[in-house]
C-alpha cells in the first residue's frame, strides 16, 4: 500500500521560508511527483510538479519563490517556500503518480 507523508509545515511570518518533505513508502525513481494545496473555500491547485527527469513546472504565483526537488535515494520529494506571503496560507499535500495523496501539512503565514 502506497503511503506517503508530508512533514514541515508550520506557522511562519511574512517573507519567511519552509521546507516542506514527503516521504514515500515504494520507490519513487520512476514516477511523477506533485505538491497541491488547497486554502480555506477554494480548490485545491497545483503548485509545483516535477518529472522522473526532474524536469519541474510551477503555479504562477509561486515561480521564482517555490522550488521543487525530489531525492530517489530516499523516496522523498521537498518543497522549499520561500517569500511566503499571506495568501499562500493552505494545506498542501503530496501527490504522487496523478493517483496517490498524503494527509497534508498545514502552513500558515501570519505576523
Known amino acids: 500500500q502506497v503511503q506517503l507523508v508530508e512533514s514541515g509545515g508550520g506557522l511562519v511570518q511574512p517573507g519567511g521560508s519552509l521546507r516542506l518533505s514527503c516521504a514515500a513508502s515504494?520507490?519513487?525513481?520512476?514516477?511523477?511527483m506533485s505538491w497541491y494545496r488547497q486554502a480555506p473555500g477554494k480548490q485545491r491547485e497545483m503548485v509545483a510538479e516535477?518529472?522522473?527527469?526532474?524536469?519541474?513546472s510551477y503555479e504562477d504565483s509561486v515561480k521564482g519563490r517555490f522550488f521543487i526537488s525530489r531525492d530517489n535515494s530516499k523516496n522523498t520529494v521537498y518543497l522549499q517556500m520561500n517569500s511566503l506571503k499571506p495568501e499562500d496560507t493552505a494545506v498542501y499535500y503530496c501527490?504522487?503518480?496523478?493517483?496517490?495523496w498524503g494527509q497534508g501539512t498545514q502552513v500558515t503565514v501570519s505576523s
Open positions: 501527490h504522487m503518480s496523478q493517483t496517490y
Open positions: 516535477i518529472t522522473t527527469f526532474s524536469r519541474t
Open positions: 515504494v520507490d519513487i525513481s520512476r514516477v511523477f
